[in-house]
């Protein structure tokens, strides 16, 4: 079935479904090659390598770069996925890591981000099961650096201020994963869920491979078994293929799943 068939048939469907739900995997992650291949970020690496004290600056140059060097088609996949769902009731649910998710016009109580991100911090040691805002004065330090208004000697890596441990972003990877980031607006999600008995749903995987298939993958399809009014597009370059219990209710396409949105839409 040809990717613009595909795409028109998805729209056509997210019309006329009752709720829709997307699920955003790790395909759909910021291109980190964008920092590791600049110029300037290439000198640093030389300069902590020699330091490792000061690897803890390398998530906050990864957040710069989210902001001074956006991915232009994947901005333009979250745009054609925002018109596509806009006005529907829908709910988000994405395992990415850059928020980019936030960036594109979702309201954000319909968007729940499980592994964290870049928004948050928390302490390594989650001594407190507490989520704290960001850094500011590190982060504004570490930019300086970058642009090198500042040295690396000039840096001071931000503490808890309760045990003394180190102040991480909010996200899986961390030594004491902070949950409390997200749980709340997973509570959420799990009461639209039940909304979903019974109804029209119009169900969207994009480039969710098998990095956590127990997050999106399998409940999906799960959920694809129970509802016989549901229907599943599944769009990833390799692991596209649908279960034989899904029968035809569900579309499986070959190809990138960013690609695919934000060349195939045009409203």
């Known amino acids: 079935m040809a990717m613009d068939h595909i795409m028109s048939e998805l729209c056509a469907r997210c019309d006329d479904a009752d709720m829709v ?28 390598n020699e330091r490792e004290e000061y690897r803890w600056i390398v998530p906050f140059l990864q957040k710069l770069f989210l902001e001074k060097y956006p991915d ?10 925002n018109a ?37 911090m928390q302490c390594d040691n989650n001594c407190n099961g507490k989520i704290m805002d960001i850094d500011r004065e590190a982060y504004r330090k570490v930019k300086a650096y970058f ?5 690396l000697a000039d840096l001071q890596e931000p503490l808890c201020e309760l045990c003394g441990g180190k102040k991480r972003f909010n996200q899986l990877g961390v030594s004491q994963y902070a949950e409390e980031g997200y749980l709340p607006q997973w509570a959420n999600y799990t009461k639209w869920l039940q909304g979903t008995m019974n109804k ?3 169900v969207i995987e994009l480039g969710v491979g098998m990095q956590l ?12 078994y129970y509802n016989q009014k549901s229907f599943l597009y599944r ?13 035809s209710r569900g579309v499986g396409l070959r190809e990138k799943s960013v690609k695919f949105l934000a060349n195939g839409f045009v409203k």
Not at 147 to 151: A, I
Request: net charge negative.
């Open 200 to 202: 029209k749903v119009c």
């Open 84 to 120: 596509i769902i806009d006005g529907k009731n829908y709910f988000i649910l994405s395992i990415a890591l850059d928020d980019c998710v936030y960036q594109h016009g979702f309201k954000e109580e319909r968007v729940v981000t499980p592994c964290g991100g870049f928004r948050k």
């Open 235 to 247: 769009i990833h370059p390799s692991l596209y293929q649908l279960g034989e219990e899904i029968g």
């Open 21 to 48: 739900l997307v699920g955003i995997g790790e395909e759909f992650q910021y291109d980190w090659d964008t920092l590791i291949q600049n110029e300037r970020y290439q000198e640093i690496e030389e300069e902590i």
């Open 72 to 81: 232009e088609q994947l901005d333009k996949a979250y745009r054609n996925l």
């Open 147 to 151: 642009d090198q208004e500042l040295s």
């Open 213 to 224: 298939p127990t997050v999106i993958r399998w409940p999906f399809e799960k959920m694809i």
